[in-house]
């Protein structure tokens, strides 16, 4: 893999993970061991068999002891969720706790490119509702054959949580009272734009919970209508809507 974007060390972030990879330091040499005979840095190394599930049910001996592939996927999704500020990776809204709701989500799906099932560089935390957004999609960003993991170069037209940073590519703002909510997400990037056509159109509107006044109820579309139209301009615009109304309510006008 070439290097990553913003000058980032891929190196250095295998690294920090490896020092993570086990609830207990005495069980993280052995589970550094058992993802390097497992090709977990390097897909050249393994079948085109998806192999998540079959890692996660296998149990290692070692030094008298049991390390089992569960251990290792819930230190790795704690691992991401912490890299992600325990935000979704698409959608950027809070993780909830529980595995089912920070699911491990594989970028590159596993029912396609099964030779990355099992590989750092295309795991991250999402959603079940974004999750479950993008997997209806089929997405194949990448050929199918291809040995090695794509490095970010392949990735000009997709967003990739891992080697894109979510603020670079993705503008968002929302607004929730009692009686209504709503969010508007905007592509600055291509990568970002397909994100938001492909994931985060479908997702805000699951998350909207709009009021059945109809006033209200029309300035959100008018609110819709301008994002789609204007991008970013139009998130800096609501955002500034925003803060002068916060100000006016603490000042009493409200």
Known sequence: MKALPDGRDKNAEERKYL?????????RPDVEAILDSESFFDSTQRSEHDAWDEIYKSVWIVHHTEIKGSEITSALRDHLASLQNENCCYCWQPLLKGGYS??????????????????FWNVAVACERCNRIKRKKGYQPVSATLKDYPDHSYFTDYFHPRFHAHKKHIAFTEVACADYRYIVYVGQTMQGRKLVEDVL???ALEMTRESTDAEIHAAIERIRAGARKHGTAAV?????????LREAIDQGAC
Do not use: M
């Open 19 to 27: 020092d993570e990879c086990h609830r207990t330091i005495r069980g």
């Open 201 to 203: 159109t479908d997702a």
């Open 236 to 244: 800096d615009a609501i955002r500034q809507f925003e803060a002068a």
């Open 102 to 119: 920070r699911q491990i989500e594989h970028v590159l799906p596993r029912a396609v490119y099964g030779r990355f099932s099992f590989h």
